[in-house]
């Protein structure tokens, strides 16, 4: 039988619940969670407006977008300054919308990113994972993928899954993610970025159960990787610059 950390709605409304109650803005760790597992929720529902002085790759898409819609015309940089405020006051203003230049649920839902907003704000649950399992997963895809392919950000989702329902890993998605030397972007402290659409997009895909490994536990790249023992694993699909493996 398959290892499962599926909560439902009842574990993400008792994580919202502890986040909300944690003293002196401290998350209380409910038992059963992690305190990795508290931290990202309060991460996701921290990330889920986006206003000046936010960074990161929710922004970049954002600044991408209204580039592209000709409202904004600075440098797509994933840092939320005064044109970035400027560019979606016009966006606001445009749609209808109030024109506060902050991005919230309405403004995320009329540049087409409801989806991300929904994540990263903890609304319910997709599937049987939580939202803070599941923005860990697209925290990590974009650690660890970002300049892959599109199907190879899904595969790494994918790989993390897999570990999930695999015995001989961690039963739950912060265990598989932070056991230790499991993930290079961990290691060196890019899994604290914040995940841009895409990466959402490919957690959502992994999760509603596309793999395109083929239930690969491993994956590398060959231009870097130093362990002689990883060469060894079996490979069943080669995608983007990884190699999956089992």
Same mark, same amino acid.
């Given at each position: 039988?398959?290892?499962?950390?599926?909560?439902?709605?009842?574990?993400?409304?008792?994580?919202?619940?502890?986040?909300?109650?944690?003293?002196?803005?401290?998350?209380?760790?409910?038992?059963?969670?992690?305190?990795?597992?508290?931290?990202?929720?309060?991460?996701?529902?921290?990330?889920?407006?986006?206003?000046?002085?936010?960074?990161?790759?929710?922004?970049?898409?954002?600044?991408?977008?209204?580039?592209?819609?000709?409202?904004?015309?600075?440098?797509?940089?994933?840092?939320?300054?005064?044109?970035?405020?400027?560019?979606?006051?016009?966006? *606001?203003?445009?749609?209808?919308?109030?024109?506060?230049?902050?991005?919230?649920?309405?403004?995320?839902?009329?540049?087409?990113?409801?989806?991300?907003?929904?994540?990263?704000?903890?609304?319910?649950?997709?599937?049987?994972?939580?939202?803070?399992?599941?923005?860990?997963?697209?925290?990590?895809?974009?650690?660890?993928?970002?300049?892959?392919?599109?199907?190879? *950000?899904?595969?790494?989702?994918?790989?993390?899954?897999?570990?999930?329902?695999?015995?001989?890993?961690?039963?739950?998605?912060?265990?598989?993610?932070? *056991?230790?030397?499991?993930?290079?972007?961990?290691?060196?402290?890019?899994?604290?970025?914040?995940?841009?659409?895409?990466?959402?997009?490919?957690?959502?895909?992994?999760?509603?159960?596309?793999?395109?490994?083929?239930?690969?536990?491993?994956?590398?790249?060959?231009?870097?990787?130093?362990?002689?023992?990883?060469?060894?694993?079996?490979?069943?699909?080669?995608?983007?610059?990884?190699?999956?493996?089992?």
């Amino acid at each position: 039988m398959k290892k499962s950390i599926r909560r439902g709605a009842l574990a993400a409304m008792l994580l919202a619940g502890a986040i909300a109650t944690g003293a002196a803005g401290a998350a209380a760790v409910l038992p059963g969670h992690t305190a990795d597992t508290a931290i990202v929720g309060m991460q996701a529902a921290e990330a889920a407006v986006l206003k000046k002085g936010s960074t990161g790759g929710e922004v970049k898409e954002v600044q991408r977008r209204l580039k592209e819609w000709g409202y904004y015309t600075g440098e797509v940089d994933g840092i939320f300054g005064s044109g970035t405020r400027a560019a979606v006051v016009a966006f *606001q203003k445009k749609n209808g919308l109030a024109a506060d230049g902050v991005v919230g649920a309405a403004t995320y839902k009329a540049l087409g990113m409801n989806d991300s907003y929904n994540l990263l704000a903890g609304q319910g649950t997709t599937g049987n994972f939580t939202s803070s399992d599941m923005y860990l997963l697209a925290r990590t895809i974009y650690a660890e993928g970002r300049g892959e392919p599109y199907v190879g *950000q899904v595969a790494i989702g994918a790989v993390v899954l897999n570990r999930v329902d695999n015995p001989a890993f961690p039963n739950t998605i912060s265990g598989v993610v932070y *056991q230790r030397h499991a993930f290079t972007a961990v290691s060196d402290g890019q899994i604290t970025l914040t995940p841009d659409d895409t990466a959402m997009r490919a957690a959502q895909d992994a999760v509603n159960g596309w793999d395109p490994t083929g239930g690969a536990i491993y994956y590398y790249n060959p231009a870097v990787a130093t362990s002689s023992w990883i060469f060894g694993r079996q490979t069943i699909a080669v995608i983007g610059k990884h190699v999956f493996a089992i």
